[in-house]
């Protein structure tokens, strides 16, 4: 957390306890550029990187519900919202999915709407 | 930061540049986003991108940094006026973040931001929030990201 903070989110709530405890967050937490990217390595470890990705043209939505702790649990339920064929190009689709990162107590921290871009399985049998 | 009632919408800044080198991105790609067009030229040219790229991730992540060191210069530039400086808080989120073209081995992205809205916080007296719309353009003058962002922005205290 603070590794990442150090680099790309220097602010006392991500860095540094005592001042943490002043902020409007309460106490050390994450940075949510933090959660983004750990969420990014959870959809790759578990799907993203055995599949035809093309990565994603960007993000609709992400929602910062409540902070991430040192020592907080993740876990990140996906929930495919929607699929369809691109309109442009035969070889790929559009997946778009709801992802809700909870912490142990099973409370809501994240959600983040998103459609990556995956390739067709067999993209000459697609009628343009 | 400014306090919430001198933010003024309309108003534009630059918020700082970055080249990004391949070395910073595979260093990113390796921690959080480990996609081969992110981490292996070859397969990088193979890929519809053509070249290796940073992840989108990491191009979201600079910008974050490039923003709190250019308030930290514009805090201490208000500080050495004597002036007051306001609690810029947390996000509560950020919108149609659009990933608009790769960003290379090399790119230099200039970021900047504007302000599109303002409000005060319904939840949170001594608080305003803050809707801005952050970019990032390369050296062609391309445009590689975009998103819109919200920030609480502490109050000026009213008189007692």
Redesign the interface.
């Known amino acids: 957390m603070m590794v990442f903070a150090a680099e790309f989110d220097p602010q006392p709530m991500h860095l540094d306890e005592v001042a943490a405890r002043a902020t409007m967050m309460g106490g050390l937490c994450a940075s949510g550029w933090y959660v983004c990217s750990i969420l990014m390595r959870m959809i790759a470890d578990a799907f993203v990187l055995d599949s035809s990705s093309m990565g994603a043209p960007g993000v609709d939505e992400v929602k910062w519900l409540l902070p991430v702790r040192p020592d907080d649990e993740i876990r990140l339920r996906a929930t495919v919202a929607d699929v369809r064929a691109s309109n442009s190009r035969p070889d790929m689709g559009f997946v778009k999915f709801n992802f809700e990162l909870f912490n142990a107590a099973g409370q809501r921290v994240m959600t983040l709407t998103t459609s990556l871009m995956m390739g067709r399985r067999d993209p000459k049998s697609v009628a343009p | 930061m400014k306090f919430f009632e001198d933010v003024v919408v309309g108003e534009r800044f630059e918020v700082g540049r970055h080249t990004f080198t391949t070395d910073n991105i595979k260093a990113f790609a390796r921690?959080?986003?480990?996609?081969l067009?992110h981490l292996d030229e070859a397969a990088a040219a193979r890929?519809?991108?053509g070249a290796l790229c940073a992840?989108?991730?990491h191009t979201?992540?600079?910008w974050?940094?490039l923003m709190?060191e250019h308030q930290r210069r514009e805090d201490d530039a208000r500080r050495a006026r004597g002036e007051p400086v306001a609690?810029l808080?947390?996000?509560?989120?950020?919108?149609?973040?659009?990933?608009l073209k790769p960003v290379y081995i090399g790119d230099t992205i200039t970021y900047s931001t504007e302000v599109i809205e303002t409000r005060a916080s319904s939840s949170?007296p001594g608080?305003g929030l803050m809707t801005i719309r952050n970019t990032g353009v390369n050296q062609k003058g391309e445009p590689v990201i975009s998103?819109i962002s919200v920030a609480?922005v502490e109050r000026r205290k009213r008189a007692a």
């Open positions: 921690r959080f986003d480990p996609q067009f890929s519809h991108f992840s989108g991730w979201a992540a600079v974050m940094r709190v609690v808080g947390p996000s509560p989120g950020f919108r149609e973040l659009k990933w949170r608080w998103f609480f």
